[in-house]
């Protein structure tokens, strides 16, 4: 019983406390550097090791809508995922897609560029702060804030989350087109035609790229 007392108060005390924060912290910024690292030499198959699993089903979600969701599907999706199934359809020059999963995705993302370079370049995590099993990162690129990073530990393993700064990114869009007299699809195709640099034909991106 005594033994059970001075775990108990070992494991709660502020020194205890403090160490394994100090230890979460350290290993958060390495799987931020090994991700960053892949991330910039377009190597989605080490990068998809350092995202959390709901990054991954957010993906495999994505995947769906590209090669089977049609115009009314697509369409009750958010602005960023609209964006995405477009985008890569467009990319992809409505060719039959062969990826199986939202981890297959994930990788030709990161591989291909769709997932950007810029993203992480230069860019350092400033301030961490961890609650139990999830943590955010204050972002700087020089003195500058570049936003935030958010984490998650899965099996003991610090991982980056993707889906908040998704979800952030299409409330941003929202916004924006909400400042301008534009449709949505037309919004969605001036994105994707600035990003790929190549015109966009606004009928056929709405048909899925394989049966249904």
Known sequence: MKIMLLLICLLTSPVFINAQKST??????????????????FDGKSAVDYVTQNTIDYYGKLNELVKHGDSATVA?????????????RHQMSLEPLSFYSGRELLIYAITSGLIGKNSARDIIL?????????AIAGAKKGKEIAGRFYFKKENNKWRMNLVPLIDETSAYLSSDLKKR?????????ELIQSVNESPVD????????EGK
Request: cysteine-free; overall charge positive; hydrophobic content about 40%.
């Open 24 to 41: 979460d912290i350290r290993l958060i910024r390495e799987n931020y550097e090994l991700y960053t690292k892949a991330l910039l030499t």
């Open 76 to 88: 009750k999706s958010p602005l960023m995922d609209r964006f995405m199934v477009f985008r890569i």
């Open 126 to 134: 400033d301030k961490i702060s961890v609650k139990g099993n999830e």
């Open 181 to 189: 007299s534009v449709k949505e699809n037309d919004f969605i195709h």
């Open 202 to 209: 606004k009928g056929i991106y709405w048909l899925p790229t």
